[in-house]
C-alpha cells in the first residue's frame, strides 16, 4: 500500500505535461548567494538581499514570460520571498503558468581522495527539506553536481556523482517533487569533442544503474545534461551540427525513451550558441522532449541591460524575453538567427 500511495503521489506530482510541454523550457534562477552576488558584482551592485529581490522580480514579472518558459527553478530564498510589491514570488510563477522548482543540493566540497575533485553535499535532511519545499509551492527540485575532465575524471569522482543524484531523485519523488538529474560535466579544458562524448557516455551509464538500484521512476523524472562539445579552450571548434550530432547519439545511447524532458544547462556558451545548438536538435524528432534550463544564456544581456536601474527595468525584461523566445523556437527547431 505504502508503494502504491508514493507511487500515486509522484504521479499526480509529475507535471511533465507542464513543465515539458512544446516551445516552453526552464529558467534557472537559482543561483545560491555567493553565485548571484558575483553577478550583481558585474554590475556594479551589492550583493544585498534588496537587490536579490529587485532582480528576481525584475525576471519573474517579464510580461507573457509564461508562452515560452514552463518552469523556473528558485533558490531556497526566492521560494519563500515576495516581490518589492509584496506579492509572493511563487504566486507571480503560478499566474504565469510557470511551474516553481527549487534548487536543493547544497554545493560542492572536496572529494577527499580523488584528483582534487569535488562531490555535492545536501542528503543530510532532504527528505524533510523537500516537504517544506512543497508546503511553499515547489513541484520540482534540482541537484547540481559536476564532473571536470581535465581533472580527471577518477572513478571516485564518477561514481559519487551518480550515487548522490540516484539517491536524491529517489528522495524528490518520494516527497512528491520531480527531480532534475544534473550531472554537469564542466566545460573546462583542452580536450576534444570525442573526449567529452567518452567521458559522458560514461557519467549517464553509471547515473542510470544507480538510479535503478534506487529505484527511480524514470518516466517521473527530468534531466539536465551539458551538450557534447568539446573543451572550451580545446583549438577545434565544433558546429551546432556536429555539437547536436554528438548530443542526440549521447542520449539515444544512454537516455531511455521513458524519461520525459531533457533540460539542456548553458555551461558558459554564448547566448546565440545555446539556441544554435538546441534548434539544431530539433530538428527531426526525437523520444523526447529537448529544450533548455539555462541560466547565463538567458540572463546575462538581461543583467547587463537592467544594471541595477530601474528606467532599465523594461528593457532588461525585453532582453529576457528576447532569449526565451529564441529559445522557445529552438525547442520547435524553427529558430533562424
Ligand atoms: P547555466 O545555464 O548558466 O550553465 O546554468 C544552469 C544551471 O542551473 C546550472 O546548474
Redesign the pocket.
Known amino acids: 500500500l505504502l508503494i502504491i500511495i508514493n507511487y500515486c503521489k509522484v504521479e499526480d506530482s509529475l507535471e511533465k505535461k507542464t513543465v515539458a510541454s512544446p516551445g516552453r523550457g526552464i529558467l534557472?534562477m537559482?543561483e545560491s548567494n555567493a553565485t548571484c552576488g558575483k553577478r550583481l558584482a558585474s554590475i556594479g551592485l551589492e550583493n544585498t538581499e534588496a537587490n536579490r529581490q529587485a532582480y528576481r522580480t525584475l525576471l519573474v514579472s517579464a510580461p507573457g514570460l509564461g508562452n515560452y518558459i514552463s518552469g523556473a527553478?528558485l533558490f531556497e530564498e526566492t521560494l519563500y520571498q515576495s516581490t518589492v510589491d509584496g506579492k509572493k514570488i511563487v504566486d507571480i510563477l503560478v499566474e504565469q503558468g510557470i511551474v516553481p522548482g527549487i534548487k536543493v543540493d547544497k554545493g560542492l566540497v572536496p572529494l577527499t581522495g580523488s584528483n582534487n575533485e569535488s562531490w555535492c553535499q545536501g542528503l543530510d535532511g532532504l527528505a524533510s527539506r523537500e516537504a517544506a519545499y512543497y508546503q511553499a509551492g515547489a513541484r520540482f527540485a534540482?541537484w547540481?553536481t559536476v564532473v571536470s575532465i581535465p581533472n580527471g575524471p577518477s572513478e571516485l569522482a564518477v561514481k559519487e556523482a551518480a550515487w548522490g543524484l540516484a539517491r536524491y531523485a529517489a528522495i524528490s519523488q518520494d516527497n512528491g517533487l520531480v527531480p532534475i538529474v544534473?550531472p554537469?560535466i564542466l566545460l573546462d579544458g583542452e580536450h576534444g569533442i570525442e573526449r567529452t562524448f567518452e567521458v559522458a557516455q560514461k557519467v549517464w551509464a553509471e547515473t542510470f544503474y544507480y538510479m535503478a538500484e534506487n529505484n527511480v521512476m524514470f518516466e517521473g523524472i527530468l534531466l539536465?545534461p551539458s551538450m557534447v562539445t568539446p573543451g572550451a579552450e580545446c583549438k577545434d571548434k565544433a558546429t551546432p551540427e556536429q555539437v547536436a550530432e554528438y548530443t542526440l547519439k549521447l542520449l539515444h545511447r544512454r537516455i531511455p525513451p521513458a524519461v520525459p524532458g531533457i533540460m539542456f544547462?548553458?555551461?558558459?556558451q554564448s547566448e546565440v550558441e545555446a539556441t544554435q545548438n538546441l534548434n539544431a536538435m530539433n530538428q527531426s524528432p526525437n523520444p523526447w522532449h529537448v529544450s533548455f534550463?539555462?541560466?547565463?544564456?538567458l540572463q546575462n544581456t538581461c543583467l547587463k541591460t537592467w544594471g541595477g536601474r530601474p528606467e532599465n527595468l523594461k528593457a532588461a525584461q525585453d532582453a529576457l524575453l528576447l532569449r526565451a523566445k529564441a529559445n522557445s523556437l529552438a525547442q520547435l527547431g524553427k529558430y533562424t538567427s
Request: proline share 0%.
Open positions: 534557472a537559482d527553478i534540482k547540481r544534473e554537469e539536465k544547462l548553458s555551461g558558459g534550463s539555462y541560466a547565463r544564456a
